[in-house]
């Protein structure tokens, strides 16, 4: 009696689906099982006689191939792209793991090579450098695309060139990607007048409420000595904007540096932690305003005599 089997796989991330066919094109079991080692080798290892997988390549199709290869006759990863007959009719689970097992007895499917595993480490970087060469050619491609949209004529490959933001990295906690983000929301620092207009911009402005500023007294006009409230920060703002300088500003007053210490000189003076993270935040974008707009560098000697003051 043939006992030869036919196994066909449609596997998933949470659960794979198995039908199994004998010799004449029976279907003599299907089942649902997990998607791990231990669970798929022993529903193999219940199995008697000559058995032959296929399952279509794709993410699982390395490890799965691995696995089974050593409790079966034989494994066939196949070609999704050509399977034709998996395109028609209903379609299911079930329906493909049939499918893909009558495939298989007919000898219909185009296999995928998959070598030996003492090359799947070189396999896999090879891969990822491919990879990660083509999204670096991809990114290069959309910055040059970026500067002629603006009509700046540029070319090889000094657009790339960090140098230009020396000056930006020189700020404390105001990295490449911070400078970065910062380049592109505020465009251009001459567009705020004042360091209060970019703390306006970026949500770092109290919003103060007062009323009945003034009365007569004896018939003379005289401005109200009762204390302006506060109704904390301004609402309209830019989010990015004020999430770059915030994060800055609690990385910045953790860390050991010199804005640590104009931090904590805040917090032993009295202030409240968050009304010192608020102070720090402002300072620091006052800073980066005036290192972008007048072109100086960042004087770190500057900011400790402001702190002894």
Known sequence: MDSTKYIGMDVHKEATTIAVMNSA????????????????VQFIEGL????????EEGTWAVWLYDLLKPHVTKVVVCNPRKNALLKTGNKSDRIDARKLAELLRAGLLSAVYHG??????????????????KDLTRT????KALYRSWSIPCGGTSVYAPRHRKEWLRIPYIGPIRAALLIALMQTPHRFRTKRQLWAYSG?????????????VQGQLQRSKRPVALRGLNQNHNHDL????????NKAGSAKGPFHDFYTA??????KPTMARLTLARKIAAITLIV?????????QQLKQQVSV
Request: with cysteine; aromatic share 8%; hydrophobic share 45%.
């Open 25 to 40: 094109g029976k279907l003599v079991m299907e089942s649902i099982v997990e998607t791990k080692a231990a669970t798929i």
């Open 48 to 55: 008697r006689g000559e058995l032959y997988v296929t399952l």
């Open 116 to 133: 030996e595993t003492g090359l799947r480490t070189l396999k896999e970087l090879c891969r990822s450098y491919l990879a990660i060469s």
């Open 140 to 143: 290069m491609n959309r910055v």
């Open 204 to 216: 770092l402005a109290l919003e103060t409420h007062s009323s009945a500023e003034y009365h007569y």
């Open 242 to 249: 004020k999430s770059i300088f915030k994060g800055a500003a």
């Open 266 to 271: 805040l917090v032993a003076k009295g202030m």
């Open 292 to 300: 972008w707009k007048r072109g100086v560098c960042f004087d770190a």
